[in-house]
């Protein structure tokens, strides 16, 4: 029996291949290919990988040779494979250059509106839009910064990241505002067989409270405080009881936003008689860098969302008891993203908003 063909992945190929398996948008055929790729990568035999993904060997085998004589682009279907299409090149072109505009009634088109424009069923409109992967209905909120020192602060942030200093402790920490007790007009039902929980959609309002976190990044530890309010004497409140609950002996690099409390001249004085403390602003409309963040997501889902408050203290209660459990065992957020393909996103993304400004295409007639 001859020798298996050997292959070699990279680790940039290895991304890419994984990125296949997890992308929501790829087909059962490319995650299909990219995870025996993935699996002879991890040194599996083929018989292992063939009970592992239930496939045959001899689909193994093509496809390990094909990786072997082209790599990424050797997962790739090879052109004129399959059935010819139906439709001709004009009504695709057509159909294509309408889903970026707007529809006749000024929002994105649907299946149905597009089918009725071109003359295409609706099916047809389906299988275009998904092989050029064209989502018409779905948006994506984005903010670009504007922050003249964008680079600098942010090589800054994430520098403590990828190499968080010795004798020290890193905080990513924000305020969460406007944190509602809000109670439920009448009770739910509680989840059961064959239902889920319910609950009323109006509710009765009993006050906010302000929740200042920060996060230990190395720990996953999170300290925290609540106030009615979030002037500067809360902000220097909750730096005070950091102050306490660190080790003396230990810096502390503080990520925060450029709110304006945050650098008042109170607040200025106060780091300067502890020198200890040292701020890291993260660029302006940049919250992404921050990871207390995913801290507030997490909060905000289990227990600000679906609770039901009769007061500001009971939801201040339940706060603190979420916080006391994550604490025994605390998970750390880690970085893992590559700054230079970010600052690269971005680039694109700058370039991409310009383009539109100048040569707008969303919005045009048709």
Not at 78 to 89: E, F, Y
Not at 178 to 186: D, F
Not at 285 to 291: A, D, E, I, M, Y
Not at 355 to 364: D, F, K, L, R, S
Request: with cysteine; hydrophobic share 40%.
């Amino acid at each position: 029996m001859p020798a298996p063909v050997r292959i070699e992945v990279s680790a940039t190929q290895k991304r890419e291949l994984v990125r296949i398996v997890n992308a929501k948008t790829s087909s059962q055929r490319e995650v299909f290919r990219a995870r025996i790729i993935l699996g002879l990568a991890r040194g599996l035999s083929h018989q292992e990988i063939a009970e592992e993904q239930s496939v045959s060997l001899l689909a193994i085998g093509r496809w390990r040779k094909r990786w072997a004589a082209k790599g990424l682009e050797g997962l790739q279907d090879a052109p004129g494979r399959g059935r010819k299409p139906r439709l001709s090149p004009k009504a695709v072109g057509r159909a294509l250059s309408l889903a970026r505009t707007q529809a006749p009634h000024g929002g994105p088109w649907s299946v149905r509106a597009m089918a009725g424009e071109t003359g295409l069923s609706k099916s047809s409109v389906q299988r275009l839009w998904s092989a050029h992967k064209l989502q018409p209905h779905r948006v994506r909120d984005f903010k670009l910064s504007k922050d003249l020192q964008f680079e600098e602060k942010f090589w800054d942030v994430v520098g403590l990241y990828l190499d968080p200093p010795e004798q020290a402790v890193v905080l990513c920490s924000d305020e969460k505002c406007q944190c509602q007790a809000l109670e439920r007009t009448q009770p739910g039902l509680p989840l059961g067989q064959g239902h889920i929980r319910t609950r009323t959609h109006d509710y009765y309002r009993h006050g906010t409270v302000t929740l200042f976190a920060a996060l230990d990044y190395l720990s996953g530890k999170v300290f925290a405080h609540t106030a009615p309010r979030h002037r500067h004497q809360e902000w220097l409140a909750f730096l005070r009881k950091i102050d306490k609950e660190v080790a003396p002996e230990l810096e502390l690099h503080i990520i925060c936003d450029n709110y304006s409390t945050h650098k008042h001249a109170k607040v200025t004085a106060w780091l300067k008689r502890h020198p200890r403390f040292h701020l890291h602003f993260i660029p302006t409309s940049s919250s992404w860098l921050n990871l207390v963040e995913r801290f507030f997501g997490e909060i905000t889902a289990k227990v600000i969302r679906p609770g039901s408050f009769r007061s500001v203290g009971a939801l201040v209660a339940d706060i603190f008891r979420f916080l006391d459990h994550h604490n025994l065992n605390p998970k750390p957020y880690r970085w893992t993203a590559d700054p230079t393909r970010i600052l690269e996103k971005l680039d694109r993304a700058w370039e991409a908003m310009l383009e539109e400004i100048y040569n707008p295409v969303y919005g045009t007639s048709h």
